[in-house]
């Protein structure tokens, strides 16, 4: 059956740190994956898109990670703040380009 | 101006009633969504619809019928409310939903209990 689980359902580091969320796959061969953030009482808001031929990519203090042999993308956040307490969701495209989301990690920043 | 709008925010109703959620996305994008949010926080896709033509009904009750009068409006009806049907329900729109970049921009949410 096809799975998208994110390892952590919480994760709490310490502002400064390097916060890494895993989100791993299975059964899928998606063209892309994405990240998202969701806030208490609002909806996911899209961060950024990785193709699957790209190692990497980047925005301000993101990074996110694909390898596809590993089924598996890491999403950093450097020098973490509080207000980056959130819960953040992978998601990749299945059939019929769906978006298929993760379970989710709620990410807490300790000041 | 809220790119993806729906309403009501809050929806508390009985058992066996009939309720309407509505969306509206003024990004001009051809595609919308339905998701359902459960209380462990997982995101299903309910419904797609691009340009007014369903193209993705995964399994849900026909209690669950969305009606697309213009391609900026996506409304979600329910019939004959369940206990099992309390989630947060979020609307979604992306600019193509055919594509398989399929970014998509969500609502705020309407959180829906059934006592």
């Known amino acids: 059956s096809q799975k998208i689980e994110q390892n952590s359902e919480a994760l709490n580091i310490q502002e400064g740190k390097t916060a890494t969320l895993t989100c791993n796959y299975t059964?899928?061969?998606?063209?892309?994956l994405q990240w998202y953030r969701q806030d208490p009482g609002r909806g996911p808001v899209f961060l950024l898109l990785?193709?699957?031929?790209?190692k990497e990519k980047r925005k301000e203090r993101l990074k996110v990670t694909f390898d596809t042999t590993l089924k598996q993308s890491l999403f950093h956040i450097t020098a973490s703040q509080p207000a980056d307490s959130a819960t953040y969701l992978c998601?990749?495209?299945?059939?019929?380009?769906?978006?298929?989301f993760g379970t989710g990690t709620r990410l807490t920043v300790i000041p | 101006d809220t790119a993806v709008s729906q309403t009501p925010k809050y929806l508390v109703t009985q058992m066996g009633n009939d309720k309407s959620i509505k969306c509206e996305q003024n990004?001009?994008?051809?595609?919308m969504y339905w998701y359902k949010q459960d209380s462990k926080k997982f995101l299903k896709i309910m419904f797609s619809?691009?340009?007014?033509?369903?193209?993705i009904n995964e399994t849900v009750p026909n209690r669950f019928s969305p009606k697309s009068p213009d391609k900026a409006h996506l409304n979600l009806h329910i019939n004959s409310l369940e206990l099992g049907d309390s989630a947060v329900y979020f609307c979604?729109?992306?600019?193509?939903?055919?594509?398989?970049?399929?970014?998509?921009?969500f609502g705020a949410g309407t959180r829906l209990s059934v006592l």
């Open positions: 979604a729109s992306s600019q193509d939903g055919r594509s398989s970049k399929n970014i998509q921009y």
């Open positions: 059964n899928y061969s998606p063209a892309y």
């Open positions: 990785i193709r699957e031929n790209e």
């Open positions: 998601a990749l495209t299945g059939g019929a380009n769906n978006l298929f």
């Open positions: 990004l001009g994008h051809d595609t």
């Open positions: 619809y691009n340009n007014k033509e369903l193209i």
